[in-house]
T-cell receptor, first 110, second 113 residues
C-alpha cells in the first residue's frame, strides 16, 4: 500500500525566513508526486507534479524537488500569504487515485 | 475559483439518515473523484468516475454509493449515517482518467449529530 509521510506537522516562520518541508513516500512504481496547497475552509489547490528523481519545479517562492524516496518543498523568503497547509500526494503506476499525506501547516508571521 | 461546484456547503443531519452530495466538474473534465477529509484520517480517496463509468474504488464504505450522470455531474449518496461519517467531503475533477492534476471543489461539510 502506498504511504506518504510529511514532516514537520506544523511550521511557524518569520516573514523572510526560508525553510523546507519534507515528504517521504513508499510506492510500487511512482507515476507522479504532487504538491497541493490548502487554505482553511477550501479545497486543495494544485501546485506541482514531479515525475522522476532529480526533477525540480518552481513557482514564485516555492520550489519542489524529488528523489527516489522523498520530495522537498522549499519556501524561500516566505510572506504571510504563504500560510497554508501543504499536502503531498503520490500516484502509483496504473493507479487512478492519489494517496495524500497528512500535510504540513505553515504559518508565516509578519 | 477551481470551476468545480459542490452543493450543499454545509449539511447537518442525524444518525441513521441518508444524504446526497452533488458535484459539477469543470467544463470539459470527464473524471470526477470523491475524497473524504477528517482530522484523524486526512484526505482519503473514495471513488472515481470517468465519463459515466466507475473507474476506481478506494476506502468507500458499503453504505456509501456514487454515480456520474450523462451531463457528467456526480452525486455521492451516504446512508445509515453514523457519527464517524462527519467530515469534509471533496469532489475533484480532471480532464482524463489518469489525472495530471486535480481541481478540487470547496467541499461539503457534513455533521452527523
Amino acid at each position: 500500500e502506498d504511504q506518504v509521510t510529511q514532516s514537520p506537522e506544523a511550521l511557524r516562520l518569520q516573514e523572510g525566513e526560508s525553510s523546507s518541508l519534507n515528504c517521504s513516500y513508499t510506492v510500487s512504481g511512482l507515476r507522479g508526486l504532487f504538491w497541493y496547497r490548502q487554505d482553511p475552509g477550501k479545497g486543495p489547490e494544485f501546485l506541482f507534479t514531479l515525475y522522476s528523481a532529480g526533477e525540480e519545479k518552481e513557482k514564485e517562492r516555492l520550489k519542489a524537488t524529488l528523489t527516489k524516496k522523498e520530495s522537498f518543498l522549499h519556501i524561500t523568503a516566505p510572506k504571510p500569504e504563504d500560510s497554508a497547509t501543504y499536502l503531498c500526494a503520490v500516484q502509483a503506476q496504473n493507479d487512478y487515485k492519489l494517496s495524500f499525506g497528512a500535510g504540513t501547516t505553515v504559518t508565516v508571521r509578519a | 475559483d477551481s470551476g468545480v461546484t459542490q452543493t450543499p456547503k454545509h449539511l447537518i443531519t442525524a444518525t441513521g439518515q441518508r444524504v446526497t452530495l452533488r458535484c459539477s466538474p469543470r467544463s470539459g473534465d470527464l473524471s470526477v473523484y470523491w475524497y473524504q477529509q477528517s482530522l484523524d484520517q486526512g484526505l482519503q480517496f473514495l471513488i472515481q468516475y470517468y465519463n459515466g463509468e466507475e473507474r476506481a474504488k478506494g476506502n468507500i464504505l458499503e453504505r456509501f454509493s456514487a454515480q456520474q450522470f450523462p451531463d457528467l455531474h456526480s452525486e455521492l449518496n451516504l446512508s445509515s449515517l453514523e457519527l464517524g461519517d462527519s467530515a469534509l467531503y471533496f469532489c475533484a475533477s480532471s480532464r482524463t482518467s489518469f489525472n495530471e492534476k486535480l481541481f478540487f471543489g470547496s467541499g461539503t461539510q457534513l455533521s452527523v449529530l
